[in-house]
């Protein structure tokens, strides 16, 4: 009789390998030819920030969840349903995924003792984070972010410089500054804002009937984020409710009439949005987005503002900060959509090695020729000739080396024209020398 060993394998629960092929619901594998837009829109940010003094700093992925329920607020979609949270298996801590940058960067801050160089600290990041959003076309569950900030003043001009160095980066990246729109509002300070919403809380109750669910639990929960409500029903009562602009306090209306002359002496031109209030509690004062005009839709393609009280909720000093991000896929979307040519650098050089003397050589030879700075590829897992010749062409190869036995034996190599198809035979020891000499008649 045949005994069934009973294997322990059959123990374990049984694992459905196509799903562990699988990315998590929400997030992507970011291939090669994207990762060149990723690295394209990396190196304009630095190119472009540096220039203007911001220097790169990266907080972890990982911070205490604390730090994001009392930075950004536990009453924000942010915190309340999009983050991910994990207990830590040894202290038992409570940890997140970064679900924006800005709460890190000030923590960071404090805890370096930044408030100690001179001010302004202007600093810029680069990297993914988390939301555990409701996956759709275009958004995924961890995304890259590109976030510059500026801590440490409460001068209006760095609001300035932060909208004026966020819009020069995206002219850079290829955007035309026509088709670029900020829409910007001013939020207030702790002495208007509850004037304000005071206002705009007495004017929603009026309106109840002629609002959606949502907007009833903001009006109790945080009622600034009813003017966020994207929801046809409640359009026209917003259009009516008051506009913050009447209710800021003259620090307030002065800090904000000072960032616009100053916008306006730069010649960057915006639009004034009363709705506008951005997602996230810590906002004060300034608040900002600048989107691409489109037919189809206006495109949100980054937004921040001033949030001069997080350093201190966050137990700092008191210390004023202005910053503003950027949603890098969305952008790397309007990239491709610009045709914009995004390559890796090609090698002008194929190495076609037949027998194995002549690999053997080939392995030094490849090094000894990027050694000298030229580029070269070759396929050393290949014998055959005429696949070898083939990749060379794929690959868009200037020339090709051939190294069979012969050659090896006599000393010499074979370079051929790969658009000429003209070949000749040249002493080993002198294929630098040649090879930089036909580059240079080629370039
Ligand atoms: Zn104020
Ligand atoms: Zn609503």
């Not at 027998?355 to 396929?379: M, P, W, Y």
Request: hydrophobic residues 35%; aromatic residues 10%; positive net charge.
């Amino acid at each position: 009789m045949l005994m069934r060993s009973k294997n322990t394998q059959n123990n374990l629960p049984r694992v459905n390998k196509r799903r562990l092929l699988q990315t998590p619901r929400g997030m992507k594998d970011i291939l090669p030819e994207d990762f060149l837009y990723y690295d394209y829109l990396l190196q304009t940010a630095k190119k472009t920030l540096e220039f203007y003094n911001f220097r790169r700093c990266e907080p972890p992925i990982l911070e205490k969840a604390d730090l994001y329920n009392k930075g950004i607020g536990s009453n924000t979609d942010i915190v309340e349903k999009e983050m991910y949270t994990l207990k830590t298996k040894e202290e038992g801590e409570f940890l997140a995924l970064r679900p924006e940058y800005t709460a890190g960067i000030v923590r960071a801050y404090v805890e370096n003792g930044m408030f100690n160089w001179p001010q302004p600290v202007k600093l810029y990041s680069f990297g993914p984070v988390f939301r555990h959003e409701k996956p759709q076309a275009g958004r995924y569950r961890q995304f890259y972010q590109l976030n510059i900030e500026s801590l440490g003043d409460s001068s209006p001009a760095l609001d300035a410089e932060i909208i004026l160095a966020a819009k020069v980066f995206l002219e850079n990246l290829g955007f035309n500054h026509n088709e670029l729109e900020i829409s910007i509002n001013s939020i207030g300070c702790h002495k208007c804002r509850p004037i304000y919403i005071r206002a705009l809380t007495k004017y929603y109750q009026q309106h109840l009937k002629d609002i959606c669910t949502d907007c009833k639990k903001r009006l109790k929960t945080n009622p600034l984020r009813i003017l966020d409500c994207k929801n046809a029903k409640c359009k026209n009562v917003k259009e009516k409710a008051p506009n913050f602009l009447d209710f800021l306090c003259d620090d307030c209306r002065n800090h904000f009439k000072n960032v616009l002359d100053i916008l306006d002496s730069l010649g960057i031109s915006y639009v004034l949005d009363k709705t506008l209030v951005r997602g996230l509690d810590y906002y004060t004062r300034t608040v900002f987005e600048i989107k691409k005009k489109d037919k189809a839709g206006d495109l949100a393609l980054a937004g921040g503002g001033r949030y001069d009280y997080l350093v201190k909720l966050l137990g700092g000093l008191d210390r004023p900060a202005v910053g503003v991000a950027f949603g890098v896929e969305r952008i790397v979307d309007e990239l491709k959509l610009m045709k914009k040519k995004l390559e890796y650098p090609k090698p002008k050089v194929f190495l076609i090695q037949i027998g194995d003397a002549a690999k053997k050589q080939a392995f030094i030879l490849l090094e000894k020729l990027r050694k000298a700075n030229i580029s070269v590829e070759s396929n050393l897992e290949k014998d055959n000739i005429k696949s070898q010749i083939k990749n060379a062409d794929r690959v868009g190869a200037l020339y090709s080396l051939i190294l069979g036995q012969q050659e090896v034996l006599d000393g010499m190599i074979i370079i051929k024209d790969m658009v000429s198809g003209l070949q000749e035979t040249i002493p080993f020891d002198r294929i630098i020398d040649e090879l930089k000499k036909h580059l240079k008649e080629t370039i």
